[in-house]
């Protein structure tokens, strides 16, 4: 008997997550001009995201929904573990960046998620061989948040976590990875956010060279008046 593996992204029906989809997620928690932005604002949002990367099926989203509309405590508790694994990722990431230890209970949150992963496991195939397939641990929400820190994890054991980088934008702040030939890249996108620092650091610098202009004008600082002038003007009688 010969044992067979499925093609890459057609294991049973696994779903290949990047890191890039990692990335995504995290920047969900998104700023527009300066001002928090929620991309996930409610978990029907977030079950069609999920939909859409492939980390939840259809049928197991339209599950939760069902259950949500039936009561509002369970809508409200799998939005809250949404939000709160994003956000213990978020803070492995920029504690990365930062190069410093992640917050403890962010760790803790991140644990917890990493041990609801699909168990990959060996099963028959149609024509009598081996295939791989997966069965889920927890539920789908539970599934799909674990899966989506696994490429996080995977790049702390095998990949460059020095190359995981906060946007240097305080406007911005996305997660992103370095691919730079340097590693010395600052900013999510050069074309974005790096022109708007480029461009606010340009008017900071003409701010302060109009500044030392004026100070050093010919006319900046006045000559003092004469000495009768200067009395006249004080209501003192000119000395003579």
Known sequence: MLTQHAP???RGHAHEVSLDDTFDFLNTDDT????PLERLPTLD???GWFVERGVIHLEGADRIR???DADPVVSARDLARIHAVRSALWEVADALADHRPPKAGALDTVNRALHARQ????VPSDDGCVAVDHRHVGDPVD????????????ELTSGRPERIKI??????RWVFYDNSRTGRRRWCDMATCGNRAKAARHRARQARESAADAVNAPDAFPAPAARGARDVVEGQPPAG
């Open 167 to 172: 946007c240097d934008n305080d406007t911005c």
């Open 143 to 154: 599934d799909a948040l674990a899966r989506l820190a696994d490429p996080l994890v995977t």
């Open 8 to 10: 890459k992204g057609t």
């Open 119 to 122: 168990v990959i496991e060996l």
């Open 66 to 68: 069902a259950q949500a």
């Open 32 to 35: 527009e001009n300066g001002f």
């Open 45 to 47: 949002s977030a079950l």
